[in-house]
């Protein structure tokens, strides 16, 4: 485990902290005037490798061969000329900072990215830090890589579990959760949606799953995971030629055919590392998607049945209420799907190109 503490004086600015994979949807802006819960869980950080954060530089600015040297392949707004390495942890493990009101951005209904750092040094004032909590932003707290020196922690680390382990102790992530938003005149408003981290993680995915396409059609396996893929697949690909199939893969998963062209496996919630295929399938590419959300498309859970007593009879099971149903078919999230494409060479193919500056369209029509 590590603690954190400021360049400048070295006060300790975090709890001990154990490192975990960055989540997929940890820059996703979701929605319009919606809370979104804590990224990080307690007692864990991550680091975003790239550089992200202010100062920005528009695309005109950087130019293509500058952003092809940082990963970027294809042109987007702006490009970041922060420090690479930033670490994103809970508000809740931050220590000895305060809150810098004139550099906060935000104010929608919370604070976002603003000019720069909005948190300092309670002890000697240096800037370290970025309170995230503005509406449609995942809360979180974002360490300067430059303001903040990592640390070993007295505390043992927590062990890297193994994939059959992480398959009996790690929690899937449900794909229909609550979404709660603020302008309600009767007050906060609640409904059912599909889970913004599925959206994000199936950006992520999709983005994969055109760049090994080749330009031709791709199947999916049926069920949830169709729900997920295959419409935007059908729209995005013609539907002429011989098929590329993609199929599940991980643990407790028998292996894939050797007909298999790509495999949709797990990363390592604490590593960050692809599960591996074996057997026939072992060359297929693969496709990243969070454990938590593999977990429940490999395993999903049927909607339980509740007990009841009274006048039914003893040991009748009743299906009411339904299962909650979002009020739309599955959308991919567009910003993650965007800022994984650019990063894939494959995005240099006209086509791929194409959908990317249709990508407004392809929003309105509903894929996104």
């Not at 819960?37 to 954060?53: K, Q």
């Not at 800037?127 to 979180?140: F, G, K, T």
């Not at 006209?350 to 249709?358: G, V």
Request: aromatic share 8%.
């Amino acid at each position: 485990m590590f603690v954190f503490v400021c360049a400048g004086c070295g006060a300790r600015l975090t709890n001990p902290l154990s490192q975990v994979e960055l989540p997929a949807h940890a820059h996703q802006k979701y929605g319009n005037g919606i809370q979104l819960p804590v990224l990080m869980e307690s007692g864990t950080f991550a680091v975003e490798p790239e550089r992200w954060g202010h100062p920005w530089r528009r695309w005109e600015e950087v130019g293509p061969e500058e952003a092809a040297a940082r990963g970027i392949h294809a042109p987007v707004h702006a490009v970041s000329d922060g420090p690479p390495g930033a670490i994103v942890t809970a508000p809740g493990d931050i220590r000895g900072t305060v809150l810098v009101p004139e550099d906060a951005g935000g104010y929608c209904c919370g604070l976002d990215w603003g000019e720069g750092p909005n948190m300092a040094c309670e002890a000697c004032g240096l800037p370290v830090a970025n309170r995230i909590d503005d509406c449609s932003l995942w809360q979180a707290v974002w360490l300067d890589p430059d303001a903040v020196h990592r640390l070993p922690a007295a505390d043992a680390d927590a062990a890297v579990l193994s994939w059959m382990e992480l398959l009996e102790e790690e929690t899937a992530t449900p794909p229909i959760v609550p979404i709660t938003g603020w302008g309600s005149l009767l007050g906060l408003d609640h409904w059912w949606s599909w889970s913004p981290q599925w959206e994000a993680a199936a950006g992520r995915a999709l983005a994969h799953l055109l760049a090994a396409s080749d330009g031709r059609p791709v199947t999916v396996p049926h069920g949830l995971v169709a729900d997920v893929f295959q419409r935007a697949l059908d729209a995005l690909l013609p539907g002429v030629q011989p098929a590329r199939r993609a199929a599940l893969d991980g643990p407790g998963l028998p292996a894939p055919d050797r007909d298999t062209d790509m495999v949709i496996v797990p990363t390592h919630p604490q590593t960050g590392e692809l599960w591996s295929p074996a057997g026939p399938a072992a060359s297929a590419y693969p496709v990243p998607l969070p454990f938590g959300v593999w977990k429940w498309m490999a395993f999903p859970r049927p909607h339980l049945r509740l007990p009841v007593s009274g006048t039914m009879p003893g040991g009748v099971l009743r299906d009411d209420p339904p299962a909650p149903r979002p009020h739309r078919l599955f959308r991919a999230d567009p910003g993650t799907f965007q800022h994984t494409l650019v990063r894939l060479r494959a995005v240099r193919s006209p086509w791929l190109r194409e959908i990317l500056e249709d990508l407004t369209h392809h929003m309105r029509a509903g894929l996104f």
